[in-house]
């Protein structure tokens, strides 16, 4: 079996590339989390409607390409390499999947086509006060009387500050949780932007207080267990993207870098580091690609455990990587201007959202000796 995305798929990450070049230099992409929404809105057209990013894993009926999530995942590398910031993790890939796992078709009907073109961004209410996204429980409550009205609080919501659609996780009774559709509008609803390690993930906590909801699914543990593996797997990509940019902007560094009349990168123990450099991106790589593979097959058995471990690995060899390109800058690389800052604060922010490398080295045990997936 192999991995490897296909010519297409090349072809694809070429053209991203190619426009992230273009217009996600180091200096649009200050300038893009400078202000609200935290992306380049005019970038982020630009990627759905000649690209179309939001759309690729969208069915065809829905208004979306009908590609599958690996497309999906060539893009999402493309824009960690870039450090593009852009709501196609969390409204994309996120909310998206999320919709569609939880079987309402009318929902599906009225709000993907939006999401696929890019012209409505969706967030997921996910995250409870701990930092943890659970199958089992939520810190936001539902109640029905005569109507369902949800109330608490979520956080760490990918684009949940500004988005136009708001799906909540929300617990309907011990141990069970349902997806609900909320009006980000209502005058229930508080949205507070929240800082972030990362300057390119936007993220918010939001509250609701007695805010009236539509149910999309009332039993959405199984959904969710599915959607966490895919998250994480997103995630991997954008890790990979990140860790081949800290290798390429540190090796170009080490040709231009003059020390005892000779570039650093002559040096060989710089070389043998830079090598092992290489070996924690491709590596990764591999891991994210299979990851990739699993999600976007249908049903796939081995999704939990590829998920699990290339999270795992992806997250703690970002964190490698980031801490060499550190190094090997020297004194240039902990200053604003240099982009290892902004490579550093990625790779210890990404190794956090959906699951630390820990409890992905839990969860792929407990598949290894057959407990379970969760």
Request: charged residues 20%; negative net charge.
């Amino acid at each position: 079996m192999t991995f490897a995305p296909t010519e297409e798929q090349n072809e694809l990450a070429v053209t991203v590339r190619r426009l992230l070049e273009r217009r996600s230099d180091t200096g649009a992409v200050r300038a893009a989390v400078a202000r609200a929404p935290g992306y380049d809105t005019a970038l982020w057209r630009t990627l759905c409607e000649q690209v179309g990013a939001a759309a690729l894993a969208v069915p065809e009926r829905y208004g979306g390409a009908g590609f599958t999530l690996f497309e999906t995942h060539v893009v999402l590398e493309q824009l960690g390499a870039a450090l593009t910031p852009s709501p196609l993790l969390g409204s994309g890939v996120l909310a998206a999947r999320a919709l569609l796992l939880s079987g309402d078709e009318a929902a599906c009907e009225r709000l993907l086509p939006g999401i696929a073109e890019g012209t409505s961004v969706a967030a997921l209410c996910w995250a409870g006060e701990d930092g943890h996204w659970r199958t089992d429980r939520s810190d936001v409550r539902a109640d029905c009387e005569s109507a369902w009205s949800l109330t608490g609080t979520a956080s760490l919501v990918l684009d949940g500050a500004d988005a136009d659609v708001l799906l909540v996780v929300a617990r309907t009774g011990p141990g069970q949780v349902g997806l609900f559709e909320v009006d980000p509008d209502d005058e229930r609803v508080r949205r507070t932007p929240t800082p972030a390690m990362d300057p390119t993930l936007s993220l918010a906590r939001i509250e609701f207080d007695g805010s009236p909801a539509t149910p999309l699914t009332l039993d959405a543990a199984g959904p969710l267990g599915t959607l966490y593996d895919i998250a994480a797997v997103a995630v991997t990509a954008l890790q990979v993207g990140t860790a081949q940019r800290a290798l390429d902007m540190t090796v170009a560094y080490s040709r231009e870098r003059v020390q005892f009349g000779r570039p650093i990168g002559s040096f060989q123990a710089l070389k043998h580091r830079m090598a092992d450099m290489l070996v924690e991106v491709e590596t990764a790589r591999s891991a994210s690609w299979a990851a990739a593979r699993a999600a976007a097959a249908e049903d796939d058995p081995g999704l939990p455990a590829r998920a699990a471990l290339a999270k795992a690995w992806c997250s703690e060899a970002l964190n490698k990587v980031a801490a060499e390109t550190v190094q090997l800058h020297g004194g240039i690389a902990i200053t604003w201007e240099h982009d290892a800052q902004l490579v550093f604060k990625r790779a210890h922010a990404l190794s956090q959202l959906f699951g630390q490398p820990h409890e992905h080295r839990q969860r792929l045990f407990r598949q290894v000796i057959g407990a379970g997936p969760r």
